[in-house]
């Protein structure tokens, strides 16, 4: 079993930045991928992005990429996604999960969930 647990969500006015953190506990970590969704109120959670377990390899959603970057830190057991150019429709609770299976999407492939943190981008 892998805990996770986010932070770092908060609100910012269009145009800014904001890092989101994904603490893990638990099994091995750098045995699973690490992707971030999110989920907007009325809205289909929608894949963000993903990580490999160990080659740094990565996935971005077209909405975010060139905006947010995903990196993790297997030696802390952390994973992280940082946001810039921040946009009104990125407003939503976002979460990191970890799957075994590294791959664009898939939410259904992911074993471990966090509580999700929420992040509100004012224009």
């Known amino acids: 079993q892998v805990q996770l647990v986010e932070s770092g969500g908060g609100s910012a006015q269009a145009g800014g930045s904001l890092r989101l953190s994904c603490a893990a506990s638990g099994r091995a970590f750098n045995e699973y991928a690490v992707g971030w969704f999110r989920q907007a109120p009325k809205k289909e959670r929608e894949f963000v992005a993903a990580?490999?377990?160990?080659?740094?390899?990565?996935f971005y959603a077209e909405s975010v990429k060139g905006r947010f970057t995903i990196s993790r830190d297997n030696a802390k057991n952390m994973a992280y996604v940082q946001m810039h150019s921040l946009k009104p429709e990125d407003t939503a609770v976002y979460y990191c999960a970890a799957s075994r299976v590294f791959q664009y999407g898939g939410s259904g492939d992911y074993l471990w969930w966090g509580q999700g943190t929420q992040v509100t981008v004012s224009s």
């Open positions: 990580i490999h377990w160990s080659d740094q390899k990565t």
